[in-house]
Every structure is written in structure tokens, then in C-alpha cells.
Antibody, heavy 121, light 110 residues
């Protein structure tokens, strides 16, 4: 069974870099049929797609975050990561990692439980 | 302002049929498949419908999806109290070269 688990600091100071890791079990992150994605959700608001990364390291980023965003994949640890620089209070949200399945069109079929990141001094 | 437009709320009584709309454009729904996600309170979203109208294993056939042109709909028949949740549509968007979500619809079972 595929499982994803986010990890990282729950509190980040303004202007610093938010770093999260998603550990994948039950599937190989080297799979050619999947992208590995990050989605976030501010409290009481909707879902916002952050970006996705392929096993080769090829990325797609949300244009609104692109200048501050870096995603990477570590196949040896079967995990992928997110770094968001120069954070502000607007980056406070629950961050989810998810697997994007090729299938019939691409869709998020497995999600992590989410991790709350608060940006505050 | 979300790229995909959903009504913020919907409601129905147990046993009723409810539909939730999702409106987009030629750069997203008009070109790509549409997916729906259900988010129960305090939990991560869950895939409900993929490829416009396909249900993953384990999703009851009370849930159905359809797409026409640049719009899509999620229908829930035989509404149950456990269907009370937020529902999101999502698609790829060529203009943004990324995935976009609708703003979400909160379904209340009266």
C-alpha cells in the first residue's frame, strides 16, 4: 500500500526558508508512471498546487511561487523535498505531498496526511 | 480568484441528488481531463473522480462525474450524512503550465 508522510519544522521565521520532505513507501519514487507533488491549504481556504517533480528531477512549478521554490528528489532514500525561500505569513498552511498517477490523464491518487507550517517570529 | 469556478456551497437532504459545477476555459477543462477530490473535515483530500467520470476502487457509484466543453459536474445521488465535505475540481492548465484547483464547494447535508 502506497503511503506518503510529510516531515519538517512546524514553525519557520519570516524571511527564512521552509523545508519539507515527503517519504514515500509502498512505491518507488523512480517509477516512470508518476509525478510527485506538493499542494498546500491555508486554514479555512482552498487547495493550491505548488509544483511537481519527476524521478529525473524535471519540475513544474506554480508560476506564483516559482522564484522562491526548489523541489528535489532523492531516489536513494525514496523521498522528495520542497524548499520555499523568503517566507511570509501568507505561506502559513497545511502542506500536503501527493503522488500523481499517469493513468487516464494525471490525477493525485495518494496523499500524505499533511503537515502544518506556521510562519511567525 | 481560482482559475476553475465552483459554487462556494451546496446543500441537500438525505436521499436527495445534488450536483456541483466546475467551470473553466479552453486552456484547462476544455483540453484536459477533470478530477474531483473530496475532503472530509480535518483530513487530507481523497480522489473521488478521475478522467472526468471514472471512479477509483472503493468510491460508491452514488458519485458520478461528467464533462462537456469547458464545464464539468459532480453528481451525488442518495445523499448521506457522511457526504458532508468540501469538494474540489482540478485540471491541468496550459496558460499556467500547471495544475489548477477550483475554489471548493462545501456540501451540507441538512
Amino acid at each position: 500500500q502506497v503511503q506518503l508522510q510529510e516531515s519538517g519544522p512546524g514553525l519557520v521565521k519570516p524571511s527564512q526558508t521552509l523545508s519539507l520532505t515527503c517519504n514515500v513507501s509502498g512505491d518507488s519514487i523512480s517509477s516512470s508512471d508518476h509525478y510527485w507533488s506538493w499542494i498546500r491549504q491555508p486554514a479555512g481556504k482552498g487547495l493550491e498546487w505548488i509544483g511537481r517533480i519527476y524521478t529525473t528531477g524535471y519540475t513544474y512549478y506554480n508560476p506564483s511561487l516559482k522564484s522562491r521554490l526548489t523541489m528535489s528528489v532523492d531516489t536513494s532514500k525514496n523521498q522528495f523535498s520542497l524548499k520555499l525561500s523568503s517566507v511570509t505569513a501568507a505561506d502559513t498552511a497545511v502542506y500536503y505531498c501527493a503522488r500523481e498517477e499517469r493513468g487516464s490523464g494525471w490525477y493525485f491518487d495518494y496523499w500524505g496526511r499533511g503537515t502544518l507550517v506556521t510562519v511567525s517570529s | 480568484q481560482s482559475v476553475l469556478t465552483q459554487p462556494p456551497s451546496a446543500s441537500g437532504t438525505p436521499g436527495q441528488r445534488v450536483t456541483i459545477s466546475c467551470s473553466g476555459s479552453s486552456s484547462n477543462i476544455g483540453t484536459y481531463t477533470l478530477n474531483w477530490y473530496q475532503q472530509l473535515p480535518g483530513t487530507a483530500p481523497k480522489l473521488l473522480i478521475f478522467n472526468n467520470n471514472q471512479r477509483p476502487s472503493g468510491v460508491p457509484d452514488r458519485f458520478s462525474g461528467s464533462k462537456s466543453g469547458t464545464s464539468a459536474s459532480l453528481a451525488i445521488s442518495g445523499l448521506q450524512s457522511e457526504d458532508e465535505a468540501d469538494y474540489y475540481c482540478a485540471a491541468w492548465d496550459d496558460s499556467l503550465n500547471g495544475r489548477v484547483f477550483g475554489g471548493g464547494t462545501r456540501l451540507t447535508v441538512l
